[in-house]
């Protein structure tokens, strides 16, 4: 079996997709991860980031949804796989407004604002209800817990070879909140924090189900978090005002990092 397990990033961009030539380091694309694990390709959600993907001819794809919000489902359909005639694909997110995950993207994805559904692509695209427990991808371990976010949000959590990412996007701090996902990522290898906004923003933008770095930064050192990685960028903040960002957070922990597109990340 492959033993390689690695993050890349083809979209961290929050709420909106941008571009523009201020936009290109950190990228405009909106949430999109892949997760090679052996011979499982993952993606953590299927915002404007998964048209850039390039899948492996020999790899089982599935997809892991947060939630339905439109920055994290709208590049489903421009998906390469969804084209590939018979290529199995599994699509897992959870029931949330009184809506499986069929159902929901169906909403979007479908006339008169589209012209296919999903199930209707060339690929075999089957739609999972999360479990009520933990479950496996393969030799993926998939843990998950509800995060903080306007109709909810799941964290999930992946384990593979004895390392593990926590994914903790549109995940809104509070005191309890926080205490719990530094619990459930406790000694992860790497940690995904939403940090769209800034400590001075937070005030004005309290309620969005967003958080920032100063309070990412206090749950991966709380969590013994190796590695934390900054994602869900403000649409407004350009590329010179995250790497100002980033300096000011790696001079605080070394182990910080603000995605980028086209990073990739082995664990």
Known sequence: MNDKFSLTVLGSRGSVPIDGKNFVRYGGSTSCYKILAGNEEIYLDAGSGIVQAVPKAETRITILLTHMHLDHIIGLPFF??????????DIYAQERSGLKPQAALA???????WPLKIEEYPANATFHD?????????????????????QGSTIFKLTFGGKSLVYATDFEHSPAGCEKL????????????????????????????????????????????????FVHHAPCRNDDELAELERIFVARNEN????????????
């Not at 390469?80 to 694909?89: D, E, H």
């Not at 909403?107 to 604002?113: E, G, K």
Request: proline fraction near 6%; charge should be negative; hydrophobic fraction near 40%.
């Open 182 to 229: 530094a619990n459930f990522a406790y000694d992860c290898d790497l940690l995904l924090y939403d940090a769209q906004y800034t400590a001075d923003e937070y005030d004005k933008f309290r309620g969005f189900g967003h958080s920032t770095p100063d309070e990412g930064l206090k749950v991966a050192e709380s969590a013994c978090a190796k590695k934390i990685l």
């Open 80 to 89: 390469v796989a969804l084209g590939q005639k018979n290529r199995p694909i």
């Open 130 to 150: 999360l479990p009520q427990k933990n479950f496996k991808i393969g030799e993926v371990d998939v843990e998950f817990i509800d995060g903080t976010h306007p």
């Open 256 to 267: 910080v990092s603000f995605a980028k597109v086209g990073d990739e990340i082995f664990l």
């Open 107 to 113: 909403r979007l994805i479908s006339p008169p604002f």
